[in-house]
Nanobody, 125 residues
Framework: VQLQASGGGLVQAGGSLRLSCAAS????????RGWFRQAPGKEREFVAA????????YYADSVKGRFTISKDNAKNTVYLQMNSLKSDDTAVYYC???????????????????WGQGTLVTVSS
């Protein structure tokens, strides 16, 4: 079972990137999918999540209105569209899959059993 994150890179402030996280080895259509990030010297933090059906999404306050999470069950892939990027968004972004048992638990990394290797996003000011 593997989650492969891609799409990171260097972008100027105000620009956009789209991250992808492709799963292989099993289907995650019944799993919630999440994105977390970790900046240098900081703890890993929640960014966005989408529930197993795709009917509910959750966002950190810092990215609400700028980032959009979506998933394509047919492709076993989750996406994170990031717009209006800021220097504070610079971090390694990790995707995850899991089965949170409540809406609130979608924001907790402990709710996720599978993790990707991370993709670096650098926003220059």
């Amino acid at each position: 079972v593997q989650l492969q994150a891609s799409g990171g890179g260097l972008v100027q402030a105000g620009g956009s990137l789209r991250l992808s996280c492709a799963a292989s080895g099993r289907t995650f259509s019944n799993y919630a999918r999440g994105w977390f990030r970790q900046a240098p010297g900081k703890e890993r933090e929640f960014v966005a999540a989408i529930n197993w059906s795709g009917g509910s999404t959750y966002y950190a306050d810092s990215v609400k209105g700028r980032f959009t999470i979506s998933k394509d069950n047919a492709k076993n892939t989750v996406y994170l569209q990031m717009n209006s990027l800021k220097s504070d968004d610079t971090a390694v972004y990790y995707c995850a899959a899991g089965t949170p048992y409540s809406s609130y638990r979608h924001m907790y990394p402990q709710s996720y059993d599978y993790w990707g290797q991370g993709t670096l996003v650098t926003v220059s000011s």
